[in-house]
């Protein structure tokens, strides 16, 4: 690691601490040459997922994209930005797990149906009605059919 002020490569650490998470190592350093210190943080380099779309194309993923699907399905619905932050964090875990470079655009279309269909049965269809392309009213009718032979009584 150069330092940032005399541009010598010999330094040595002095106190290594992990963050909150324990995704990034702080480290600070002492130069040998003007004794300077210094802060350096250190963090696993994350190779990005590419998405593969029904048309063939490949995209970057980008989490702002699923979050703004997952608000509109969700509008006026009792879901906190938490619940739908936290069922963002785990999917995007298990995408990582996956350890795919590249993951079709249905794996992850799937996974929010799922997900949205255990939190919310309106926020569900409203998902499924844009991610299946409903094209008319029997495809919203067959799909609440669906759901409502899925729920135990209670």
């Keep these: ?28 350093r002492e130069c040998l040459n003007c004794e300077r210190r210094f802060t350096t943080y250190e963090q696993i380099e994350e190779v990005p997922i590419m998405i593969v779309k029904k ?25 906190s930005v938490n619940t739908l932050e936290e069922f963002l964090d785990n999917m995007e875990r298990d995408l990582k797990e996956m350890g795919e470079k590249e993951i079709p655009s249905s794996v992850i279309g799937e996974k929010i149906m799922i997900g949205l269909h255990n939190l919310d049965d309106v926020a569900y269809v409203r998902f499924a009605s844009v991610y299946r392309e409903f094209k008319d009213v029997n495809d919203f009718f067959s799909e609440l059919k669906t759901l409502l032979t899925e729920q135990k009584p209670t």
Aim: net charge positive; proline share 2%.
């Design 55 to 79: 048309d063939g194309r490949r995209e970057e993923y980008n989490r702002e994209k699923v979050a703004s699907g997952l608000m509109r399905a969700c509008e006026k619905r009792n879901i």
């Design 1 to 28: 690691m150069k330092c940032p002020y005399c541009s010598e490569l010999e330094n040595k650490v002095i106190d290594s601490r992990l963050s909150k998470d324990g995704n990034v190592i702080r480290r600070r």
